[in-house]
């Protein structure tokens, strides 16, 4: 299994990350998997009745998953997540390690996206990038983040993996994965959004309440409706963006408007899933400015932004109805 | 574990359903958790590159899952699935147990509903009537629909199991099922929809596209928009109902109009779903009808209808702006 994975990135000139950083990711993103799976009392979060640390006992043990996995790659430098968003060096032996490897990385990760919808047991992720260096700031993400990872978490645990890395041909695959460590099968070995004429348009409008505020947002609606998109909205970004990857189109969309701040995380969400549509051959804009996500670089971890990504015709169509 | 299910379901006097029926469907939940964790290929189903039966392999092992657990059950005389709608004995042993045994049921299952979500590892679910007496067709469903279990395949597997056995209290409760057999955790025991008010309402609205040709489902979704209900939609039943339950809130629309014919199945989703709803302290209605589901006998295994169904303040607003 492990094997299929190292053949289909050997050409790319990276052990260290083909062979310990990403086999030590989807280890810990299997594990957060049963983690999950095995932590029946989560779904007391979100009811009335909360126990008060179910759901914060998720967040610890699957941000310790992650920890462990990172801590264990001697070429991963620095480590910052959404639960704990500053970069710290990510093992304590990590300053003699760094010195006997010619590769060096930042891993910033969102270990559990989509808190709202645990309790209903609905389909979950986790969001990874990876950078080449000792930070993820003041770099150009385009160059500098050469990787990025969605984990899964649904009726089975699979993850979409992409990896960009100057001057060398793109690549995004599918995984599922299973319960031992390193052992994950290729499901599809080139993830790529379809091109026109579409079957089937998907769309998935977050925040859509602000549309009864802004009126723009409520015309694109009406337009989704008229030319006949077909809704699917989870609220995660994981399992959202993941659909359009698997049905192959898809358009994500939310909006910033004077009353709804921008609130998704450059670092933890924007930047990685921004790599995997581009590498999908979509487009991720920001929903503020209008701008590529990954034109700009990040002067902060704790830097927010709005999203329209997807196809990349409907982005441009969704620009347009939205932006100008 | 097991025995906790039999305390809170002791006072029925039912012991077939209490120590049989329901522990062997349960177990069957837990296998077709464990088959969907198992299947990664069924990812290949619902892409442009289908490789045939990856999807059909599921369809198929989840209703032998299903089959077998039944076939277990002396007191189960009769069954059919939405894969297979024609009500036969439910094991070859059946004529000579059912003299044995004081109770006999019916089941009507889907094994797995929600087959366009599979693919993008979105959560999907199990749905399960019981039927006190050999068949299900010609009967007064609030009567003799007496239990009905949704199973939900998300990051974990969990299940909601109505009971309303006339002459007694109806109960609404939530599991967490784990691997083994009979191995299950009341995760909640009484399970009830909120009163007003509502910290936050909920809207999850079906074939969002009918929207384009039939004002009135236009002028409800406005409505929501601008009465800021929040989105979400999976696109699964199990799902989007299980989410009003957990939340607390919650209003499922799938109108019926000249275009969009009523495609629901009665005796495997509308039937157990609206069981599970009345349980709940909300309503179920057929949304071409106006009629409450369970009002109408049943006629023929293939019947189906339209749904509106959830708090029973949002299903008579829907009602009121679909239906008069």
Redesign the interface.
Known sequence: MASSLESLLSSYGRPALVNSVLPALLDAISEI?TL?????????A????VFGDGQLNVDVSTENAMRKALAKCPSVLTASSEEDPIERPASDSQTKDAATTSEQYTVAFDPLDGSS????????GTIIGIWDGASALHQNPTEKQIASVLG???????AVVALRIPGTKPILF?L?I?NGSQDY?I??SDVKL?APPFKTRYFA?AN??A??EYEPY?RL??YF??E????????GLV?DL??A????HGVYVSPVTDKHKAKLRRLYELLPIALIMECAGGKAIDSATGEDILSRPLGDCNETGGLICGTAEDVDIVKKMLLS
């Open positions: 998997g999950l799976r095995e932590s029946q009392n989560v779904t007391l979100g009811t009335n009745n919808i645990i309790a209903p047991n609905w389909t979950v899964v978490h649904g009726p089975r645990t699979t599918e599922g299973n099968e499901v599809r379809a409008p859509l309440r549309a009864g409520m609606i009406t409706i008229e006949k998109y077909t809704l699917r909205y989870i609220g399992p993941v659909h990857l698997v049905k192959g």
